[in-house]
């Protein structure tokens, strides 16, 4: 009889990894009142410039309906601004306050500090490594790969 092989749950695994990751920078983001996903705005913001939400929701991997209420916190706190598209009026675009760049100023030293003493203490190796994998995985055709084929449902 021939065993079916089992597969670790990657999906699970990458989100441990990344729980972990995150666990070195939340003092960072709590210490200047941010969450994670509003630090990921400002940082996206700052690095690609003025974006419309639907962007940003793929930029920061954030849902739509997530994103409303981020947007809408951080728009009160004065850290980014909704203004309409010159060019068409019905558009949106998001953009950093001055505010929301002295944050990112503030907070994005701290965050590469940390990001140096991660690589110190696990090596240069094993972030380069896990980088080249991930962008290996992310370029791979997953968008092409078929879906299983389901059972009937049972009643």
Known sequence: MSKTK?????????????????????????????????WRIVRTLREQGPLEPNQLCDACQILSP???GVLSRMQTQALI?????????RR???????????????VAPLVEAQYRLIEDTIGHDLIDQ??????????????QVPAVELPPVED
């Open 92 to 106: 949106i675009i998001i953009s950093l306050t001055p505010q929301g760049q002295a944050i990112y100023e503030r």
């Open 81 to 89: 601004v909704r203004e309409r598209a010159a060019h068409d009026q």
């Open 66 to 68: 997530s994103m409303v």
């Open 6 to 38: 089992i597969h670790r749950n990657l999906p699970q695994l990458l989100l441990r990894a990344r729980d972990v990751l995150l666990s070195h920078f939340r003092g960072i983001l709590t210490h200047y009142g941010l969450t994670e996903q509003q």
């Open 130 to 143: 896990t980088y080249a994998q991930i962008d290996r995985l992310l370029s791979a055709p997953l968008d």
